[in-house]
């Protein structure tokens, strides 16, 4: 399922730079979405991305499933989008989560953001990965490669506290 753009989920209040959200199972390619968020753009003096890759835990992972709540996700990445766009100069903004099993080295999540300047590129891409960790509304389910647990992963203390900073 791919979902792009949520303008209309977006706050009418918020300043307005290019914004791609995109929830889906399908995997992406962390250049073109840079490539993209850039081509043709003369204000845009730095990107920033960051790529979350799927960890294989010391071999002990065949898969972690990612699950949502369709609308939901969307709508609570769209107000993070808003508020990064309302604190920071951003010429753009991409947001790309994945669902589904994902294979150890898969990607999982992909955030760009362009600016004028790369503080503000960089800071930006530093609150969004944190509140995404700490507020979209994603499930995490580890699959063992021997068959023997399927845990669904509890949210991290050090998440929130990075989120405190903001």
Known sequence: MTSEPHASARRADA???PVRIS???EDFDSAAEIARLAEGRTDVGAVVSFTGLCRDEGGTLEA???EHYPGMAEGEISRIVDDAVARWPLAGV???HRHGKIAPGGNIVLVVT???HRGAAFAAGEFL???LKTRAPFWKKEHRRDGT???WVEAAARDDEA???W
């Open 129 to 131: 990965m944190d509140f």
């Open 149 to 151: 647990a399927t845990e």
């Open 114 to 116: 362009a600016s004028a």
């Open 94 to 96: 991409t947001v790309i």
């Open 15 to 17: 300043p307005q730079a």
């Open 64 to 66: 972690l499933e990612l």
């Open 163 to 165: 989120t405190e900073r």
């Open 23 to 25: 929830i889906q199972a």
